[in-house]
């Protein structure tokens, strides 16, 4: 995931990609926030004379194989889809920034352990840590979010440790240091707050990339939960019906978690240059 | 070299040590969790699962044993299938095998083309590339494989949707997994080849009258080599994880969703076994670039 994100291309990306990318994500949002209203339907209707129905006036975006409109399930999935990734980087930029700190404020052993730590957590390679811990707790979509959120956890530390090096060498560190000021009480108040800018840009592309192992997990059975219309889960849940030739349950939430994922990487690309452009 | 191979057996110690302990931080005794679904709780089969993992001894004792008894190939019995799980492992590694294989195949050369391209090119056809892999890095491997399942197997006809075996099979799901991976070589063959068209000798080999052709091959393609094989063999070594995703999309009888079989079942031998296994490769090959690496670029051991 580190390589992912330091091959970003470094060039800022079009404006208007960007612009493009934050109204899709506004109007994810607003879908996700306003979905009882807006839907058509309820999104457990089950409704076998609709089964698999292409697209029509009655269901804009087709029905799945239970009949349920498909358009009313992707949005509320937008709400699965959204929260699970934010309360795992919730989990992980907490855990994540408060070890990354620890280990640059104090170096020495703390930073060897927390660096050790981050090896083993590293030899697993993609989801497979994720992925014990699945196996070891059960599936759910509470398991697969909070052992996404520790996966996630070494990522952020390193990411905020050097960050943090940098910051920690700054002339304000020493003269808060002067005044009498707590270690504690200096990183939690001021180091922190001072690295919040790079932070955000990093979380963003992050997001992004959450979102996707969370539809992944949803999708190997191991997170969301029938009857969820999580969007993975709509992809796996879908998949029996491509033989039929019916490519709506498959096509409708695939196409929105590749949408909210592209756009995410615009726009926290283009933040991390700014970000990154100031700092200098 | 000796520090490096060092590191590695410590990380493979560490990594063996976390999928081991694993048994013991779910919830209630760890007999009843190793043996598995609700059928399997006989006494005889209890008291197979305390021998194979010889509950009744120290804990350290028990992850040498289970650590020693693995690196002889005996990783217990499937509590699902009842076979030996080495057994199990070595009917469905050869198709894994192949499909990383195949999709290596794609991604280094499609990968290393597309950035060899964007990079002689520049321009438009740079612009293209680089938005074409922001796309693809986007695009989770399981949607890529239901839209390629759609568009090929089932619109078109042109490939089988189900089954496995032959390289026909293979191709859809081989493109899946190479996707991502070539998004990243040709990215950073991009940047390498970049890097090394602005060096003194190059514009030397310009100002000498050499061909364009023959600079990019011989001058600037040759300089960005160690970083595009560092990259390949780091990619390909994640591909084993890959699998689990795109086998289980496309249905194949592989590793990867033997693991994705194993949890939904609650099958723990089999899941720390080919847990055991995905890390091990991946330590191994990560280990084994990173020695080659000063092989294939001089200038890396100079530095050093």
Redesign the interface.
Known sequence: MTTLVATLSPKPARPLGQLLATAFLGLVVAAAVLAPLVAPYAPEAVDFAATLAPMSPGHPLGADQSGRDLLTRVLYGARTSLIGPLILLAIASALGVALGTLAAWHRGWVDAVVSRLTDVMYAFPGLLFVVLIVAVFGNGMTTAVVALGLAYTPTIAKYTRSVALGECGKPYIDAYRVQGMGGFAICVRHLVPNMARSLVGYLVVLFGEGLMSLATLSFLGFGAQPPSSDWGLMVKEGQPAIVQGAFLPVLVPGAAIALVVVSFNVIGVRLADRMGVRGT | MVRKLAGLVA?LL??SF??FA??Y???GDPVT?LAGGKENLTPEYLAAIRAQYHLDDPFLVQYGRWLGDAVTGDLGRSTQYHDQVSDLMAARLPSTLALVAYASVLFVVFGIALGVLAAVRGGRTDSAV?AGT??A???????TA??L??LF???LGWFP??GGGSLWHLTLPAVTLALGALA?IS??TR?SMIEQRELDHVSVARAGGLSERLIVVRHVFRGALGPIVT?CG?VT??M???T??VE??FGLNGIGSL??N???THD?PV?QAV?LL??AA??AVTTAVELLHPLIDPRVRSRA
């Open positions: 990380t560490a990594t976390v999928i694993a048994s931080a779910a919830p969790f680089v922001t796309f890095t986007s695009v989770p491997a399981f949607v239901t839209v399942i759609s197997g089932v619109q949707v189900m990243i990215r950073v940047q990259m780091l070594a994640g084993l994880a890959g689990v995703t289980t999309a693991l994705v194993a949890i939904n723990f899941t847990l995905m890390v991946y330590i």
